[in-house]
Nanobody, 124 residues
Framework: QLQLVESGGGLVQPGGSLRLSCLAS????????IGWFRQAPGKEREGISC????????SYADSVKDRFTISRDSAKNTVYLQLNNLQVQDTGVYYC?????????????????RGQGTQVTVSS
């Protein structure tokens, strides 16, 4: 079964940090780009970061730039998203998705396999 599994979410106070993981199961991330998205209650899904297949190009939404860092470990078949200086508005379900082409896109419909997501809650 081909799937992506996210982990690492939780409850954190404003200013805190989390590290999310996106593990591929049943296939290799190899030549695929990976994007991270989040869905906040009552809001549209937002693309927040993406990394190309070779890991040399990373992109971020303005809302998370300079606070979040995306990376990948091919040996572990995993992509990470480091979340620093978290704010209340970062609360939501974070999920990852793969893009077979290998390059990033802001169009979520161009992504294929998606995980079930991991909940991030920022609250004092």
């Amino acid at each position: 079964q081909l799937q992506l599994v996210e982990s690492g979410g939780g409850l954190v106070q404003p200013g805190g940090s989390l590290r999310l993981s996106c593990l591929a199961s049943g296939f290799s991330l190899g030549y695929r780009a990976i994007g991270w998205f989040r869905q906040a209650p009552g809001k549209e899904r937002e693309g927040i970061s993406c990394i190309t297949w070779h890991g040399r190009i990373a992109s971020y939404a303005d809302s998370v730039k300079d606070r979040f860092t995306i990376s990948r470990d091919s040996a572990k078949n995993t992509v990470y998203l480091q979340l620093n200086n978290l704010q209340v508005q970062d609360t939501g379900v974070y999920y990852c998705a793969e893009r077979e082409v290998g390059t990033c896109s802001s169009e979520s419909v161009t992504y294929g396999i998606r995980g079930q997501g991991t909940q991030v809650t920022v609250s004092s």
